[in-house]
């Protein structure tokens, strides 16, 4: 039975994810950093990090096949269990050789965990919630994920700058084991479903199942989902990886002050979904899906001040503070899209469907983000002292994603 937003069992998931995602945030801030200082190339650091996303984008279809077919505490207690071991791994070897595939494989690890725990959290909202309240609930799930964000990067930053990434590490470890021990309390109500046969031949019928829902009973969903993959693409994965190498390589800044000043701006980015969470939980009832496209549209535009800034100033700090700046209003109307779709899903998806579509939508979403962390890596690197140049390609293919993305937005009442 649907509880409401103040019930203990949704208040433990939400204190559970604020720890959970603190954790996560510090620690995917602190070990790409790391290995940027250790290497100082914008290529390596683009190819590790879209090599992060591949398992991702693996298992997310499997986190949500299993998240409709096995209790979903126990998946996310489990996960977060094995996040702190995964971690506690890495601290005990990282002082040996071969660091940087240790770095890459451990940072494959936290992804793929993601991946398959995300589907568990979204899935869980309309086993817990009534579906009156779904928009306020996921603006409440992103304004944790935000908050996390804001706080996990900033902290991390001041900690790692002073001490280095073996405190950074010990602090995440905590953080996953907390949150782990915390959710075995909550209860998430949960029927069986029936398997069809072997587990390899289930999780292909229900992947199946959860495709073509998006296709054919929902076909404007998989529309927008492709628009989304060319945001990803141009715009999400240019971000990823400009932030750093920007502030820490390029900017005139000294180094133990470029890597806080990326950790207060990678803060600052999650301020941005902060704002944007609360917002979409305020104006829920006001807020048009129809509408938002033009939220991707204002997206894209946000960036070309960051182009000019680059062309017409050499000051560091100026550079840091439009980057931020810039980098804060994007993610203000990415998050309130991302909670109108959301709640938009939840509410038009059949129950027994949901952990497999949302991690279908998370799969194909994220399908583009290793091509563009590679391609903007490389694209840096050969333009050096011509940054501008590759910001203002990713702003321009952008808009132009954008503005047909809001027809397909249009479209969604009357489809």
């Excluded at 289930?202 to 060319?230: M, N, Y």
């Excluded at 945001?231 to 994965?237: D, Q, R, Y």
């Excluded at 917002?279 to 048009?288: H, M, N, P, T, Y």
Aim: glycine share 8%; net charge positive; with cysteine.
């Amino acid at each position: 039975m649907n509880q409401k937003l103040g019930s203990k069992d949704f208040t433990l998931m939400v204190i559970g994810q604020i720890i959970s995602l603190f954790g996560n945030a510090a620690i995917r801030f602190a070990l790409p950093l790391y290995l940027l200082n250790l290497t100082g190339s914008s290529a390596l650091y683009g190819t590790v990090t879209a090599c992060a996303f591949i398992p991702a984008i693996l298992l997310s279809p499997v986190g949500g096949i299993v998240a409709d077919r096995v209790n979903k505490r126990n998946i996310m207690v489990i996960l977060d269990f094995f996040t702190a071991a995964v971690i506690c791994l890495f601290s005990l070897l990282m002082d040996g050789r071969h660091l940087i595939l240790l770095v890459a494989v451990t940072l494959m690890l936290l992804y793929g965990i993601a991946g398959a725990y995300q589907p568990s959290v979204q899935a869980s909202i309309p086993a817990l919630v009534s579906q009156e309240n779904f928009m306020t609930a996921n603006s409440i799930i992103n304004t944790v994920s935000s908050f996390a964000a804001l706080t996990g990067p900033v902290l991390g930053g001041i900690l790692y700058s002073a001490y280095g990434l073996k405190p950074v590490l010990w602090v995440c470890t905590v953080c996953f084991f907390l949150s782990a021990v915390m959710e075995i309390f909550i209860h998430i109500p949960f029927q069986k479903q029936l398997s069809r046969g072997g587990v390899l031949n289930t999780a292909k019928t229900d992947f199946a199942e959860s495709i073509r829902f998006i296709r054919k009973e929902k076909p404007v969903i998989g529309k927008a989902l492709l628009a989304v993959c060319g945001i990803n693409l141009f715009l999400a994965a240019m971000i990823t990886v400009a932030l750093p190498y920007l502030v820490t390589e390029v900017f005139d800044l000294e180094a133990s002050q470029a890597n806080r000043l990326y950790g207060f701006a990678e803060g600052a980015l999650a301020a941005g979904g902060l704002l944007g969470g609360i917002g979409a939980g305020i104006f829920a009832d006001r807020l048009e899906i129809r509408k938002s496209g033009s939220l991707i549209i204002f997206c894209a535009v946000s960036v070309f001040p960051l182009s000019a800034s680059l062309a017409f100033f050499s000051s560091g700090m100026i550079n840091y503070i439009v980057i931020t700046a810039c980098c804060f209003a994007v993610m203000v109307f990415s998050t309130v899209l991302t909670v109108q779709m959301m709640a938009f899903i939840q509410t038009e998806t059949p129950q027994n469907l949901i952990g497999k579509v949302i991690a279908v939508i998370f799969t194909v979403s994220m399908c583009a983000q290793p091509l563009g962390n590679a391609l903007y890596g490389i694209l840096f690197e050969i333009c050096k002292g011509f940054e501008y140049a590759v910001v203002l390609f990713s702003g321009i293919l952008s808009l132009i994603i954008a503005v047909h993305t809001r027809t397909i937005f249009r479209r969604f009442f009357t489809t």
